[in-house]
């Protein structure tokens, strides 16, 4: 294994040197006063509440130069002094809020007023964002393709959880998985256990440390405190990193200074469910706030029915017990079933459980010595139970989840953090396909430093930056096995941004982002190139080119785990292990030897009767497995006795025929009778130790295709774009795009080769084969055995046809062995009863594909608007010359639709009372991911909404939301329950 640099994480000194630098100065940024200025307060435009930290920055009329700026105070005021007499333009900026532009005329000696109001617009694009350009930025400008989630969107929307009002929102994927379990992705590429989209909550990657996956059940995104969200379509490694290559879901919180108080929300409704959030928030003093959030849920998962084929499927998986008494099966729930047929119960299988709960606390201690200064430190902890899908098959996650702290600066424009993630895979959850535990305490350390400056001189915004990034992997050796001390992942990078001014309506982006990763040991550039195009004020047009990429995961490098374990014949266990690929895998052994070093008796595989999939086996045990021969005498059965009899054969030839089937258990190191085959990168057969293999019309090559290290994902992207507001009610947004991937990190898969049979079975036909292979064989026993044979009247031809009809045709295309690589495969070399292969990822591939994204609004009145979007992908499966790869079993999926359409309105009475509906249409599509393989049909949902703000009781309001009213059962993942209608209500209260 390569070497790899190991650093101790730690919050860096320099957090905690500049944290106590600001602590000491009180008021860094207050400046001294002067007799000539501005002052005034910036208000929320409905409640009147002061909004503090809103920007504010002075420009002398007729000249885009800022000539000063500052931010509110925690009062929502704000004072700009030492500013020459004249008339002045003074922009306001807030995120989340309309911004707005006034005159103002400064006299010599005195301070001019000027207050103002900024009115939140749902449907806006002169927004203030931040997540394009990791900075402040109206939307309008911004670089890339984003969108806005507000308070009022996030509120009209009941449901299990609050990445549930994404489902409309252009380019977004989402593929309900149980009753609060959602994968969430932006322009495709969805996967079980996904973390492809970077989210993040307050600046902070949310995901689950390690696993990388999103677990949106438990991120600290409660409704009652989330402010708004952003979400940006397309690439952003240039300014983010790897990982970042399809767009950023980025959560913000509501602020303890600019929402103080109480929220309390009870919510029920279908499934039983049932759950409650709390937020409390205040200040201590002028410079100290405070907030604490909560919420408990529970409710009954969607179900699994065995009489629906794609659920029986998924069952079969689940796995069986032998023993009913089994110590593994304490404590957990599972249905007795019958294997043999003979109407009594003789094994367990573990059964899904149906009750899924979650519970989430998280605070906030916040500082602001200065106007324009803020530390805050929070952290928090959430778990869950309830069924999983992911990469290696269904877990059923007990007490699963992560905490979390936080420590951040902003002052000016300098931002600081620094964050660590901490895993906690519960001390009981498993995986429904071994029954194995799987426990995962590890660790993500994140630092990260950026500094944001105006070069006035040029017309210029620069931003600099760095972070570090440091994954320490702690598993108890139950996900990463072998690999637990030699499994660290480091990630260093720094970029870089301007954005320049290069007239009135052209503005230009360059950024350029410099990334190494400890494990790949390579430097990757992400760099970023966009012209913006200002048509008018109201009306953009935006051309950019980014390359990004992804860097291989914890489990596509170091995974070690048990995925499937299945007893055989004779007292062996069938043991497939999934493997990371960090130093690859290699054959050079066999191709030298053609030594197949394990043969095994085993029909099926993960519980499938798929061609590809189907193992049975050495022609004895073929025939215990058909129940033809008794494993514990070594004779056949007695049925079988009276067919051979029946035949002509005597008892002797029986008896001989049966030595000839116990002899072959004896000898797993041999290829069977006729050699054996594997299947070559184009799908061909390939047959190794046959005379003559070439002249049968198969290939004969070196051995199995090598595995090599794992490598990073990279994408390329050119986008086209406009936003643009139409007669001051029509918002229109539309996106196209043409992207190339290369290099994916494709599925956990079955990457031991197996060793058949001759394909042309067992006939009459092969019989001087037979003769030869055993007629030189050097081996005594054998070749008496042969001779009794002989001597009993039975030829070679003979032998062969009574194998063919004890055993049954098309034995010659099933496998006979495993083919070992030169690295260790399972723990001690299989020593003991232990037969078995491995699944491990390979970097695959090359594709092209196009779409586009587009979204209309038009608020047609203040109180009424309506909303449609459309996605389109080309593409939604890629097979091997797609892929361009000449292996015919590589194929890639997007699993997600190539097309989808979203449509709804909105309603706002003045009386309180609200109303809305969303229609869904998503296209059917083909799903590859993990164990998950199948398809979604078509579909198609119908949401309803209302809400009443009680006006008699201030701060009270009910909300119903009915999913899927129309009830159409569906499925919108492969492996995951059908869904149908739900009902969930929510009463609010704050104060």
Do not use: C
Not at 349 to 360: A, F, G, M
């Amino acid at each position: 294994m390569n070497a790899r640099v190991s650093l101790t994480p730690f919050v860096p000194p320099w957090l905690a040197a500049l944290v106590l630098l600001l602590w000491m100065a009180g008021a860094p940024d207050i400046a001294y006063a002067q007799q000539t200025g501005i002052e005034g307060m910036v208000r929320d435009a409905d409640d009147r509440s002061p909004l503090v930290g809103a920007n504010i920055a002075v420009r002398a009329e007729g000249s885009p130069d800022i000539v000063r700026g500052t931010a509110t105070n925690p009062d929502g005021t704000y004072s700009i002094s030492g500013i020459d007499p004249g008339r002045y333009l003074v922009e306001f900026r807030f995120v989340g809020y309309q911004s707005q532009e006034l005159p103002v005329t400064v006299e010599e000696g005195e301070m001019a007023e000027l207050a103002v109001a900024l009115k939140i617009q749902t449907a806006s694009l002169d927004q203030v964002v931040v997540s394009a350009s990791r900075r402040q930025e109206k939307i309008l400008d911004a670089p890339a393709s984003i969108s806005v989630l507000q308070p009022d969107e996030i509120e009209a929307t009941v449901s299990t959880s609050s990445v549930e009002v994404l489902r409309a929102t252009p380019g977004v994927d989402m593929a309900q998985t149980g009753i609060d379990r959602r994968e969430v992705v932006l322009r495709g590429f969805n996967e079980a256990f996904s973390g492809s989209a970077f989210v993040l909550t307050d600046y902070r990657q949310a995901s689950v440390p390690s696993l990388g996956v999103n677990v949106h059940s438990i991120m600290p995104n409660m409704t009652v405190d989330v402010e708004r969200v952003e979400v940006v379509r397309g690439p952003g490694s240039a300014l983010y990193g790897p990982g970042v290559d399809s767009g950023v879901i980025h959560y913000f919180t509501k602020d303890p200074f600019n929402y103080p108080g109480t929220t309390v929300a009870v919510s029920g409704g279908s499934r039983q469910f049932f759950g409650g959030q709390f937020r409390h928030a205040g200040t201590f003093s002028d410079n100290w706030g405070y907030k604490v959030t909560g919420q408990y849920a529970r409710a009954e998962d969607w179900e699994l029915d065995i009489n629906d084929r794609p659920d029986s499927l998924e069952i079969s998986r689940y796995r069986v017990y032998q023993d009913l008494d089994d110590p593994a099966l304490e404590g957990r729930s599972f249905d007795r079933i019958d294997t043999d047929g003979d109407g009594q119960a003789d094994a367990a299988r573990l059964r899904r459980e149906d009750i899924y709960s979650k519970v989430n606390v998280n605070g906030l201690l916040q500082y602001q010595p200065g106007d324009n200064t803020t530390i805050s430190l929070n952290g928090g902890y959430a778990e869950l139970t309830g069924a999983v899908q992911s990469g290696i098959g269904t877990l059923q996650a007990e007490g699963f989840g992560y905490y979390y702290g936080q420590l951040r600066v902003q002052s000016g424009g300098l931002f600081a953090q620094s964050y660590i993630n901490v895993n906690d895979g519960g001390p009981d959850t498993y995986v429904y396909g071994g029954g194995n535990l799987v426990r995962d305490q590890s660790v993500q350390y994140n630092n990260q430093i950026q500094y944001d400056f105006s070069a006035s001189s040029i017309s210029t915004q620069v931003i600099i930056g760095a972070d570090s990034d440091i994954t320490v992997p702690r598993t108890n050796s139950q996900i990463v096995g072998r690999n637990e001390d030699d499994d660290l992942i480091q990630e260093y990078g720094a970029y870089t941004q301007t954005t320049t001014d290069l007239s009135e309506k052209f503005a230009l982006t360059l950024a350029a982002r410099a990334d190494y990763n400890n494990v790949v040991e390579e430097v990757q550039l992400s760099p970023r190139v966009a012209l913006v195009y200002k048509a008018t004020p109201t009306n953009t047009l935006r051309g950019s080119y980014n390359r990004s990429f992804s860097s291989p995961g914890t489990n596509s490098l170091f995974l070690d785990v048990e995925a499937q374990r299945q007893p055989l014949p004779g007292g062996f266990d069938l043991v497939f292990r999934g493997l990371g690929a960090a130093d690859g895998y290699t054959f050079d052994n066999f191709r030298q030897s053609n030594e197949i070093k394990y043969s095994f008796p085993v029909q099926g595989f993960f519980g499938l009767n798929l061609d590809v999939n189907n193992l049975p086996l050495l022609p004895y045990y073929a025939a215990v497995a058909q129940g033809s021969l008794n494993p514990q005498t070594g004779q056949f059965t007695q049925g079988v006795q009276q067919q051979l009899s029946g035949a002509g054969l005597t008892s002797q030839q029986i008896g001989l025929l049966g030595s000839l089937f116990g002899y072959m258990a004896q000898e797993p190191n041999r290829l069977g009778f006729f050699g054996g085959r594997t299947v070559n990168e184009n799908g061909e057969a390939v047959v190794f130790g046959i005379p003559d293999a070439s002249a049968q019309g198969y290939s004969v090559v070196d051995g199995p295709v090598d595995i090599a290290p794992i490598e990073q994902t990279t994408t390329q992207t050119f986008e086209v774009g406009y936003k643009g507001i139409v007669s001051d009610r029509l918002i229109v947004q539309i996106d196209g795009y043409y992207e190339t991937k290369k290099d994916f990190v494709g599925p956990l898969v079955i990457e031991s080769p197996l060793a058949y049979l001759q394909a042309q079975g067992l006939t009459a036909d092969v019989a001087g084969e037979l003769d030869e292979i055993f007629g030189t064989t050097s081996d005594g026993t054998v070749q008496s055995l042969l001779n009794d044979l002989a001597n009993s009247g039975l030829a070679p031809g003979d032998v062969a046809d009574l194998l063919g009809g004890v055993v049954g045709n098309g034995l010659g295309d099933t496998p006979t062995g495993i083919i070992q690589p030169d690295q260790e495969v399972l723990p001690g070399g299989g020593a003991g009863n232990e037969v078995g292969g491995f699944l491990s990822y390979r970097n695959f591939g090359e594709v092209s594909y196009y779409g586009t994204d587009i979204s209309v609004t038009l608020q047609a009145t203040d109180a009424f608007a309506i909303f449609a979007n459309t996605s389109f992908l080309s593409d939604d499966f890629f097979d091997n010359e797609e892929l361009d790869e000449t292996n015919t079993s590589l194929s890639l999926a997007l699993n997600a639709p190539a097309f989808k359409f979203k449509s709804g309105f909105d309603y706002r009475f003045d009386n309180g009372f609200s109303f809305g509906m969303t229609g869904n249409y998503v296209e059917g599509f083909p799903v590859e991911t993990g164990p998950y393989v199948g398809s979604v049909d078509s579909y198609f949902l119908l949401d309803a909404r209302m809400g009443y703000k009680v006006q008699s009781i201030p701060g009270l309001r009910v909300d119903v939301t009915g999913k899927n009213i129309l009830n159409n059962e569906h499925r919108e993942f492969a492996g995951a329950p059908e869904l149908g209608l739900a009902v969930f209500g929510r009463m609010q209260y704050s104060f």
